[in-house]
């Protein structure tokens, strides 16, 4: 998933690099870490949601794990921990959805397949289950998603993003789509930890990045659930290749509410 050279060419090559490979697509996700690779991939959005989807949305996934209120998850990368604050005020479900998959120990282990810093910082993205197998090839990361064994496919969570004096997030359609101009409650600023997703809106699964710089031409088309607050020296340091050692939520555990 990847930014630009100048401003605007910078942003389009780059954004290409936050989409995930979906299943059973044809053409995965490149997993080189460098923004010239963008030049292959395509920056389209799916045909606008009728404009009673989002109000459908909380019904349509009520299924999916929530969190109601904060959390916080310590994530351990060689050794070092990273503290996350999870905002399931702002971001329910996809908050909800992380501390999910961090108490199922779906992070333990994981490889960060994505780290883009040149020309200009970026993020560094991890999250594909497929890497937990130190054999699976490298270039095929980033097209997985986390398998639901209830229901032996990928559990797919709906676009998220609280609009500023909203009462409600926006589901299912970027801020273009839908044509809000308010900006989100939850920016991506540095530090910010965000869903990757494929080209559909309601796609992204267990794959997420840090930001490691402010990134405002995200804002409003994908969706940011929580900050580092502490360790945003370790993330610096990530390199393609690293392993998640642990993830344990630390607090708030008791705000957390999962699939019924």
């Known amino acids: 998933m990847q930014i630009r050279i100048q401003r605007w060419l910078f942003s ?15 053409t995965p996700a490149n997993s080189t870490p460098t923004p010239s690779a963008a030049l292959s991939e395509s920056i389209s959005l799916s045909p606008s949601p009728s404009p009673s989807s989002a109000v459908a949305a909380n019904s349509q996934f009520s299924s999916l794990p929530r969190l ?19 905002d399931g005020t702002n971001a329910p479900i996809t908050a909800g959805n992380f501390v999910d998959l961090v108490q199922k120990g779906v992070y333990d282990g994981l490889v960060f397949h994505r780290v883009v810093r040149e020309p200009q910082p ?13 054999k699976f090839p490298a270039a095929r990361l980033g097209t ?7 229901t032996s496919t990928e559990r797919r969570i709906p676009l998220e993003i609280q609009a500023k004096g909203a009462k409600i997030p ?19 600023s540095r530090g910010a930890v965000a869903m990757a997703r494929s080209n559909p809106p309601d796609s992204a699964s267990s794959q997420f990045y840090f930001t490691l710089t402010d990134l405002p031409f995200l804002d409003g088309s994908y969706a940011v659930f929580g900050y ?21 939520v630390t607090q708030g555990l008791e705000n957390f509410k999962a699939v019924q």
């Open 12 to 26: 389009f090559l780059i954004i290409g690099a936050l989409f995930v490979g979906g299943c059973g697509s044809s």
């Open 68 to 86: 109601q209120g904060k959390a916080t998850v310590v994530m351990t990368v060689k050794g070092a921990p990273i503290t996350i604050e999870l």
């Open 122 to 134: 970026f993020v560094v993205q991890g999250g594909d289950p497929q890497g937990k197998d130190p």
């Open 144 to 150: 997985g998603g986390f398998i639901d064994p209830k």
């Open 170 to 188: 926006t589901y299912s359609m970027t801020f273009e789509e839908a044509r809000i101009v308010e900006k989100p409650v939850l920016l991506h």
């Open 228 to 248: 580092v607050k502490q360790g945003m020296d370790v993330v610096d340091k990530i390199e393609a290749g690293d392993r998640i050692d642990k993830a344990t």
